[in-house]
């Protein structure tokens, strides 16, 4: 089983939709949890950081957790075209750092 | 400086030669981490410092590759004997304390010969 999985998609949305990113880990004693966007040819940059139980929202962004179910995911609303990227997960893991593969999101205009 | 530098932004070698790739993290953070991604994959994690030391060297392929970091700023990753596969975007990135968010550098694209 891999540390961090994601469905690698394409996910693709129109715009003005609501784009849904799944995220399970298989570490327990994980605490903290990323999200990072990464345009093609580009480095990952930090969209938000999650590190309770429950629902964190920071504008069009919500990242949601369940430690019990392994589970983070990452809501966009209002999707925009200019969100088309590649959203990776990302999990604290006995100090370094462990990516999903990343979820490839297109919004369609 | 503002953001996390890595430099050189590409490296072009042939195979057996020795590279050596530099990250300069965001003053005052105490964490750095080097990954390696291949075109069109994910991450891969290779070694986090934690100051000077490296509590972590799990992820390094093979025997050929190395890190340092000195007086808590400035890492080394040395590649010795490069091979072909070892042709990625080198990323560094580097957080306030482990565990915390981490910000990446620009990369350094390997390309080997």
């Known amino acids: 089983q891999k540390e961090v999985e994601q469905n690698s998609g394409p996910l693709s949305v129109p715009e003005g939709a609501i784009a849904s990113l799944n995220c399970t880990y298989s570490?327990?004693?994980?605490?903290?949890f990323f999200w990072y966007r990464q345009y093609s040819g580009k480095s990952p940059e930090l969209i938000m950081s999650?590190?309770?139980?429950g629902d964190k929202e920071d504008g069009r962004f919500t990242a949601q957790l369940n430690k019990a179910s392994q589970y983070v995911s990452l809501l966009i609303r209002d999707s925009q075209p200019s969100d088309s990227a590649t959203y990776l997960c990302?999990?604290?893991?006995?100090?370094?750092?462990?990516f999903g593969a990343g979820t490839r999101l297109t919004v369609k205009p | 400086g503002a953001g996390v530098s890595q430099s050189p932004s590409n490296k072009v070698t042939e195979k057996g030669k020795d590279v050596e790739l530099r990250c300069d993290p965001i003053?005052?953070?105490?964490?750095l981490y080097w990954y390696r991604q291949s075109l069109g994959q994910g991450l891969e994690f290779l070694i986090y410092?934690?100051?000077?030391?490296?509590?972590?060297k799990s992820g390094l392929p093979s025997d050929r590759f190395s890190a340092e970091r000195t007086g808590g700023s400035v890492s080394t990753l040395t590649i010795q004997r490069t091979q072909q596969e070892d042709s990625a975007v080198y990323l560094c990135?580097?957080?306030?304390?482990?565990?915390?968010?981490?910000?990446f550098g620009p990369g350094t694209r390997l390309t080997v010969l």
């Open positions: 990135a580097s957080s306030f304390i482990d565990e915390h968010e981490q910000f």
């Open positions: 570490d327990r004693v994980s605490q903290s």
């Open positions: 999650i590190y309770s139980n």
């Open positions: 990302a999990v604290n893991i006995f100090g370094g750092m462990r």
């Open positions: 003053s005052g953070h105490t964490a």
């Open positions: 410092f934690q100051g000077n030391s490296a509590p972590d």
